[in-house]
DNA sequence: ATTTGACCCTGCATGC
DNA sequence: TGCATGCAGGGTCAAA
């Protein structure tokens, strides 16, 4: 489910409802989650209250007094806004109930995401450290992704998906940057000219903040904090369009696998 | 050092 | 209708 959009849906979505909210109750129905659920976890959530929540690329970041929890939605994870006495649904993992009777719930089917404390500063815990630059901030560029990119045989499509390059491409939005750029996802990455990737750089930040403008993308199950779909879904050209025609030339679009994931791209309008 | 593959888990679409 | 198979938005780790 989750890219970089639809965790900073979920962001500002729960934000409002969650922020110095003392926290009453904690509620875990599962503790096998991709990293086991801290078994201090309820003791040290009750009776404090969240800061200002952050993200750091697909990670959301919530401080509690001197602690950080780290909460990531994995690929079917999902954060809202609930009411106490709505019944939990199946998936329904954790709820973090706060004053005025709000919840924050997490639901995942696959239980792919996790919820950890932050260990020490962001820059101590290796989950966050090696990670490259936020798309949307002028740290990343062109120039990066070209002086990274000199040497390596890897698909570029594979390449921008690359944490430690930038973070928060996932395979929805590197597929449709690549198509807005005109790249055939399969050309190496070292063999990718400065000029393309300026404009790679540009349709990536561009893409990623068009869709969160729209709330993310809804494939399946997304819901936004505060349980809306998002729309973009219906601006996507290439992704999930695979044997229908290109936009913008008509051909049909072709699916291939790279790095173990679907591409979709058109071979006319992208070389 | 880069790159590939397996793996974590459930749900859904597809085809027989 | 039932069953098997493959695939899915992510990230980590070991091995090649």
Not at 7 to 34: D, F, K, M
Not at 151 to 176: L, P, S, W
Not at 211 to 225: C, E, H, K, N
Not at 247 to 254: S, T
Request: proline share 5%; aromatic share 8%.
């Amino acid at each position: 489910m989750p890219e970089l959009p639809e965790v900073e849906t979920t962001r500002r979505g729960i934000a409002p409802y969650v922020e110095g909210r003392e926290i009453v109750e904690v509620i875990v129905r599962q503790r096998s989650l991709r990293v086991p659920v801290p078994s201090d976890l309820e003791s040290l959530l009750i009776g404090g209250q969240f800061g200002e929540l952050a993200r750091r690329a697909k990670y959301l970041l919530l401080p509690l007094g001197d602690r950080t929890l780290l909460w990531h939605l994995g690929m079917s994870g999902s954060l809202r806004i609930a009411r106490v006495g709505d019944t939990p649904k199946k998936h329904d993992h954790v709820d973090v109930v706060l004053e005025g009777s709000n919840i924050l719930r997490y639901h995942d089917p696959r239980r792919f995401g996790f919820v950890d404390w932050l260990q020490g500063s962001a820059d101590l815990d290796t989950r966050l450290s090696r990670l490259g630059p936020e798309p949307l901030s002028p740290n990343f560029d062109g120039q990066r992704l070209y002086r990274l990119s000199r040497g390596r045989r890897a698909a570029v499509k594979t390449f921008i998906m690359d944490n430690t390059v930038v973070v928060g491409v996932g395979n929805i939005y590197a597929t449709e940057a690549l198509f807005m750029a005109g790249i055939d996802p399969r050309r190496a990455a070292g063999r990718v000219s400065l000029e393309r990737f300026e404009r790679l750089a540009e349709t990536i930040k561009t893409v990623l903040a068009a869709a969160i403008t729209q709330g993310g993308t809804t494939l399946r199950d997304f819901v936004s904090g505060t349980g809306e779909p998002g729309y973009f879904a219906q601006r996507l050209n290439v992704y999930g369009r695979a044997g229908e025609p290109c936009r913008h030339c008509g051909l049909q679009l072709r699916q291939i696998v790279l790095g173990q994931r679907a591409s979709v791209y058109c071979a006319v309008c992208q070389t």
